[in-house]
Each structure stands twice: as structure tokens, then as C-alpha cells.
């Protein structure tokens, strides 16, 4: 028998406002997220923003799978650059003592500067309400401009500034960084050697460069060139 009922019309979903929003469209006109296998509601489909808003405030907790029920407000916990600013101070004591070299304390200064000028900690978010995808878009953020080595390097000096806040006893808890924020493996930076080729200076170049140098450089391409002193062995 033919079936004249009235079809249902069915709503169109709308798209996300932009590529990497973290919430769905849900059939039942809300935005939605699927968060540790339970499924959360933020508000309906005609105001992204405020359900963008209600997740924001609400994912830390959510995703330490307590409910919506938010930690404590933000402006009560330690923000990040206040954490870089308690770190470079520490830093610099060492510095000051001698048990730390400018170089490395101009490193860490602007691993920080980095840092937060990137999208995910620009707006000094708070250190407990960061999540793993953060640091995720944070790591790829430095690979758009550092090769595989000082990528590597940059990981590592983020990750010793925030095990120093959980070591002075600056945030209760250890930092998450998630499987996303991992160093370079040794064959991504084996294949980048490789692809730059043999880094060799030739005589004629040596004999130019020692020509037009001024002390101390003189003295220490000579160093190099004649003894194999590399930069450690030079600066001690």
C-alpha cells in the first residue's frame, strides 16, 4: 500500500563557524561534544558563541570527567605568564651565581616570549584549565619555523618550566601534556641531517675567513679548524 502520510522535513545542520571548532552539530538542534564516552549539550544552534563559552568554562572539569561542575574560577589560579615570570626569575639567581649560562638564560626567556604569543596561550590563559590539545596546537605552532633539533630543544624547555611549578609548589598538579607534544623521533632528525648535507668548510673558505677575522674570532676559528674544538669545548 502507498504510504501518504506527510514526510517529517528534516533541519539542515549548520557547519561550524570555523574549521577547528571543538564542538558538533547534534540532531537535536544543540551543540554538542562527546567528552570521556558521555555526551554533552552547550546550547542551541543559533549561538555558537555561547556554547563555545559554556564549554570553555566547563572542559577542564568535563574532561577530568567531573560533570559540569567548573574548577575554581580562573582568576583565583596561576596564570601562565605569571608561571614564566616566576621561572625566569629563578633562572636568573643561577645566572647570576654563574651556575647558568647567558645563552641558556636567553633561551628560556624566549621560549617563553614564544610561547605566549602563540594562539592557545595568548590570552594568558590559566595553568590549570590548559589541556593537551593546547599544547598540541602549541607544538606545532614552533615546528612552523624550527627544524627538527631546536624543535626539540623548544619542547623540552616548556616542558622544564611547567615540572618547575609543580616542583616549587606553584600548581598542585602535574601538567598533562598529551601524546601530541613529544620531541622529534631520531629518525626525523637523522632524515634532516641528511637533507642538509655534509656542513664542511673548504680550505680556500677557512683561509678567507681567518683573513678578515678579528680577535678573539680569529683565535678561535683557528681553534676549531686545527684542534676540532667545537662550541662547548671553546666556551669552557
Known amino acids: 500500500m502507498l504510504d501518504t502520510r506527510p514526510k517529517r522535513s528534516k533541519r539542515k545542520k549548520p557547519k ?35 556554547a563555545l563559552a559554556l564549554y570553555m568554562e ?4 568535563l574532561h577530568a570527567g567531573l560533570g559540569m561542575n567548573p574548577l575554581p574560577s580562573a582568576e583565583e589560579c596561576l596564570k601562565v605568564r605569571e608561571l614564566c615570570n616566576h621561572f625566569l626569575t629563578s633562572k636568573k639567581h643561577l645566572l647570576d651565581n654563574d651556575e647558568l649560562s647567558p645563552r641558556t638564560f636567553r633561551d628560556y626567556v624566549s621560549t617563553c616570549d614564544r610561547m605566549l604569543k602563540t594562539s592557545a596561550f595568548r590570552y594568558n590563559p590559566a595553568v590549570q584549565d590548559l589541556v593537551s590539545g593546547d599544547f598540541a596546537k602549541l607544538r606545532t605552532a614552533f615546528a612552523k619555523n624550527l627544524g627538527p633539533i631546536n624543535l626539540g630543544n ?40 641528511q637533507a642538509n648535507g655534509p656542513r664542511m668548510f673548504e680550505a680556500e673558505e677557512l683561509r678567507a675567513a681567518i683573513t678578515e677575522a678579528s680577535h678573539p674570532l680569529k683565535a678561535i676559528i683557528l681553534l676549531a679548524a686545527n684542534c676540532g674544538f667545537g662550541q662547548g669545548d671553546i666556551g669552557n
Do not use: C, M
Open 16 to 50: 561550524k563557524p570555523y574549521k577547528h571548532f571543538p564542538l558538533y552539530a547534534h540532531a537535536t538542534g544543540r551543540w554538542a561534544k562527546k567528552i570521556r564516552g558521555q555526551l554533552f549539550y552547550f546550547g542551541p544552534w543559533s549561538d555558537p558563541d555561547a
Open 58 to 61: 566547563n572542559r577542564v572539569s
Open 154 to 193: 623548544e619542547i623540552q624547555r616548556v616542558r622544564s618550566l611547567f615540572k618547575y611549578g609543580y616542583d616549587s609548589g606553584l600548581i598542585d598538579n602535574p601538567i598533562r601534556f598529551g601524546p601530541g607534544f613529544k620531541k622529534p623521533t631520531r629518525k626525523v632528525i637523522r632524515q634532516a641531517r
